[in-house]
């Protein structure tokens, strides 16, 4: 527990005979923001529900601040903030009334942080939860969880239905949230482009196993992409070994590897592909995660 606040080993999890997570493991340490990315349907919120203990892993061991997640000990659970995907509340409880009654369940309620974020609103406490926007839900939700001044924040899917405003502030004020207070910070999400500049580290799943895993900033050092012309031969190539993905698009077909781009050209030729205007393509973050993980 003094080294990870998150340890999964080897999680595995079926519906219906249909495995949703495979041989899943990974460990969160203490401190910085982390993302579990993948496509819809990879099994980042089977994994969070693994996490908070409302499912129970078929296969496989999952710790959470020291404690198995399907045994999960109420003190344990005041030091875990969950936002989970749809931001559901009591929304017949105003603003206000949603401040009163969740400060009395976390002993390190921190008001100030609530109203911070609230205040932005510019809606009077009074306001219902029902009639306010589901950007605004968002805000309220977010503050408190925020408030809660947990030892580990989970947002499960935190961007779905809201727009590029609201997600910015969101991405935005957590930012600064976790400079402050230290928070450890795992998000979902299949929006990647909006967590380029935020998160510390990369998860990605598919298909329930862990694809890949490392610092953000290192996913675009080693991993490249290259165009040449079109033929036969390279419409044989498969995706294995060095090429990471092989896709073709008109005249030209566009190979992905994380190996360096004299030994990417030597393999080719050897299965007697011809290399006819070669060039490097530049990716973005999301070019390089669809790359990774697949567009279709």
């Given at each position: ?9 080897g ?20 401190g ?20 908070m ?60 942080v ?7 609103l ?69 929006i ?24 953000r ?80």
């Amino acid at each position: 527990m003094d080294t990870y606040l998150v340890e999964c080993d080897g999680l595995c999890h079926a519906y219906t005979g249909k495995q949703v997570i495979n041989d899943l493991t990974f460990r969160i340490p203490k401190g910085g923001i982390y993302g579990l990315l993948g496509k819809n349907g990879a099994g980042k919120t089977t994994t969070i529900n693994i996490l908070m203990g409302l499912l129970q892993p078929s296969s496989g061991q999952c710790r959470v601040l020291g404690d198995p997640s399907h045994q999960l000990r109420p003190v344990t659970r005041q030091k875990i903030g969950l936002l989970h995907e749809g931001f559901t509340q009591y929304d017949f409880m105003s603003i206000d009334e949603l401040e009163r009654f969740h400060r009395y369940f976390y002993p390190r309620w921190q008001p100030q942080v609530f109203r911070q974020l609230v205040d932005r609103l510019l809606v009077p406490g009074s306001r219902r939860l029902s009639r306010l926007s589901f950007g605004q839900r968002s805000q309220v939700c977010l503050a408190l969880v925020m408030a809660q001044l947990p030892e580990l924040l989970i947002l499960d899917d935190y961007s779905m239905g809201l727009d590029a405003g609201y997600r910015r502030l969101l991405l935005d004020y957590l930012q600064a949230y976790v400079e402050e207070h230290g928070t450890t910070v795992l998000l979902t999400s299949h929006i990647v482009q909006d967590l380029e500049r935020l998160m510390d580290h990369m998860l990605i799943i598919d298909n329930g196993s862990l694809l890949y895993s490392t610092p953000r900033g290192r996913f675009f050092e080693g991993f490249q992409q290259w165009r040449f012309q079109r033929s036969a031969q390279a419409e044989q190539l498969t995706n294995e070994g060095v090429l990471t993905r092989i896709e073709h698009i008109g005249h030209y077909s566009l190979v992905c590897s994380f190996h360096d781009e004299a030994l990417v050209q030597q393999l080719l030729r050897q299965r007697g592909i011809p290399l006819e205007d070669w060039q490097a393509v530049p990716m973005s973050f999301e070019d390089a995660f669809l790359n990774l993980t697949g567009k279709y």
